[in-house]
């Protein structure tokens, strides 16, 4: 109710879409941020022409209705990300911007500009108080995302009251201080709103915020600037004084055609979707090759010769023997992926030199290159990662963000929120364990791999040499409803020898190394640990007699995807097993009988040289040969 006028002005006068086409990929995007106020939004879906019918309205909250507590992703009925957590819808449109002015300076010419969209949101005061939003709106500023458009509903009131007691900030000094064009309006009066978007369309350098004053229930007599309008139902009784307040004489759900008549926006979409394609028919003809690689990268397509290239790709680096550390494999990796996939687009939070995400292909995304594919994201693990979901969100764009895995902590929601919504995001995170050493156990990663394998949706990779890195890589950038973590190690490792099949059925997440008939034990490891369990299998054979069959596991959750058979055939029911790993072992009880164990760690680390760390949490193949034993001699 308090951002009515607010919606009005934007969605009746400004906003570029087609409810007959709500994938039109250079339609206006619309970010509710605030997404506590959902229900703003799907009456604007319904009454403009989506798929969202009273039936539908009537059914908010309900159980696999289409009118969830707060959006849900879904282009269908026209809602372009799921927000809930405050200032993540910012971020998000943030990345859309980001995306559109690459693509922009991609693939427009002078004659033709098939990407040329703005980015819109709604926000709150919740919104403006989550670090998130610093962390974006600082970065947008910085870019000059003149077509981002923003508006702040300012009514003062949170759930627990007025925000006047813990919510002093003064917002227009903050945000003419990143950069942006701050605008003041009254947001009860449509014209005011409506005057200031034509000055932030015409303001091409900056983003603008507009500081809308609002009242929090407007037009309720008895709730109307308080809390109880925030989140809870007006009630019955308070409904049909607000009715009478504001001249409303019809009855719940009854929308006169006047109404419909008024906001139906399908005649007005589909002549600018149709203005829209017969340019893109224009840019066909005058610029083919650039025309198929844009159509290629709209509808998420890979290159018609990929696997035949990454194929030949996966070939090399079988053959080579050089000991690195994944995260150098990592660059390796991208040094080919970037040149044949140029909508991948990279960056790391202020730690690229450490994560190896600068490709020889890649070049410095900035105002004087708004075409580059590599971003400077800055100390913003939270705000990259949020970043990059509204990047994939708004398509034409594969991101990869890096970080040190530790610092999962600050990205985790945008992460999950990347799963919820099932986008194929690329998290990169490097510095996999206690193996780094010095820094200590601020900078160690313990816990960290069990949250995010316990993540619904989400695919975690933790290879062990440079192939296990390519296949990994392969399966982020061809990934199509799921995002990826690729975790990489900072201290080197050998290659592993492997045969054909071997190489195949890597992308199933764990396979057999070493399969023999005789095996008294398996051993399972992913990553650098893979090489200790295939040196302390030499140890049990040659000082004790013991086979074993040794399983990599460089993504637990693919793994688990396959069917039981397969799983079977690689972890023997037979035999007792033993799982090596630098990280809490509870990811791995679900694969394990009772009798099985873990080598793990489940304390924090310590801050010493990497070998002596090794050696103090029992990551020796002496400790491995121990227990190895122990569990054979059961």
């Not at 950069?179 to 978007?197: F, L, M, P, R, S």
């Not at 290239?309 to 994944?326: E, G, H, K, R």
């Not at 400077?376 to 398509?395: C, D, W």
Request: include cysteine; proline fraction near 5%; glycine fraction near 8%.
């Amino acid at each position: 109710m308090g951002m009515a006028e607010i919606a009005t002005a934007l969605w009746k006068n400004h906003l570029n879409h087609n409810p007959s086409n709500p994938y039109w990929f250079n339609r206006d995007r619309f970010v509710l941020s605030n997404g506590h106020g959902s229900m703003l939004l799907y009456s604007l879906l319904h009454l403009t022409g989506y798929d969202l019918s009273v039936e539908d309205l009537k059914d908010f909250r309900k159980l696999k209705s289409k009118t969830p507590g707060h959006p849900e992703y879904d282009l269908q009925f026209g809602i372009e990300t799921t927000t809930g957590p405050l200032g993540q819808g910012i971020a998000n449109a943030v990345g859309m911007a980001i995306a559109e002015k690459i693509l922009a300076a991609q693939f427009n010419t002078p004659q033709e500009e098939p990407i040329d969209h703005f980015t819109y949101a709604f926000l709150g005061d919740g919104c403006l108080m989550e670090g998130v939003s610093h962390e974006a709106c600082s970065f947008a500023g910085t870019h000059n995302l003149g077509k981002l458009i923003c508006f702040y509903d300012q009514n003062g009131i949170s759930i627990d009251g007025e925000i006047e007691n813990w919510f002093t900030d003064d917002s227009v000094k903050r945000f003419d201080s990143y950069g942006w064009q701050t605008i003041e309006v009254d947001g009860h009066n449509v014209d005011e709103i409506n005057e200031a978007i034509i000055l932030a369309k015409n303001e091409t350098q900056k983003p603008t915020m507009i500081f809308c004053r609002t009242t929090i229930g407007f037009g309720s007599p008895a709730k109307a600037g308080t809390a109880d309008a925030h989140g809870a139902p007006l009630g019955d009784e308070e409904i049909l004084k607000t009715r009478q307040a504001l001249g409303w004489n019809y009855e719940p759900f009854e929308v006169p055609e006047s109404v419909y008549d008024f906001w139906n926006a399908t005649e007005r979409g589909t002549e600018i979707n149709d203005d829209w394609n017969a340019m893109i028919e224009a840019y066909k003809n005058n610029h083919p090759k650039q025309y198929n690689e844009l159509s290629r990268r709209m509808s998420g397509n890979m290159p018609d010769d990929f696997d035949q290239i990454y194929s030949a790709f996966l070939d090399q680096c079988n053959t080579d023997n050089s000991s690195m550390a994944t995260r150098k494999a990592s660059q390796v990796c991208l040094d080919f992926f970037v040149k044949e996939l140029p909508e991948l687009v990279g960056g790391s939070a202020d730690l690229t030199p450490s994560n190896n995400t600068f490709s020889k292909s890649s070049s410095t995304f900035s105002n004087e290159n708004p075409s580059g594919n590599h971003i400077n994201y800055g100390v913003r693990e939270f705000g990259m990662s949020a970043i990059m979901n509204g990047m994939v969100l708004h398509g034409g764009i594969k991101p990869y963000g890096a970080t040190f895995l530790v610092f999962t902590d600050y990205a985790r929601n945008a992460v999950r929120l990347s799963a919820l919504m099932g986008l194929p995001n690329i998290f990169v995170y490097t510095h996999d364990s206690i193996a780094l050493g010095e820094d200590g156990p601020t900078h160690q990663p313990v816990e960290h791999l069990v949250t995010l394998r316990s993540t619904p949706n989400l695919n975690s990779w933790r290879p062990a040499d440079l192939v296990e890195t390519a296949v990994a890589w392969k399966n982020a950038v061809t990934s199509e409803n799921t995002p990826t973590c690729l975790i990489f190690s900072r201290q080197n490792t050998s290659p592993i020898l492997r045969n054909e099949n071997q190489i195949k059925a890597i992308e199933n997440g764990g396979y057999l190394l070493d399969d023999q008939d005789n095996a008294s034990i398996t051993l399972i490891a992913s990553g650098s640990e893979l090489q200790l369990s295939i040196d302390a299998a030499s140890s049990l054979k040659k000082e004790h007699g013991i086979i074993s069959n040794i399983v990599s596991m460089p993504c637990l959750d693919k793994f688990l995807q396959q069917n039981k058979e397969y799983q079977s055939s690689v972890i023997k029911e037979d035999l007792p097993s033993l799982v090596i790993e630098l990280s809490h072992p509870n990811s791995w009880y679900k694969i394990l009988n009772k009798s099985d164990k873990v080598l793990g760690i489940e304390t924090f680390g310590e801050s010493a040289p990497a070998n002596i760390l090794l050696e103090h949490f029992g990551f020796t193949t002496s400790n491995v040969v121990e227990i190895a034993k122990s569990l054979v001699d059961e």
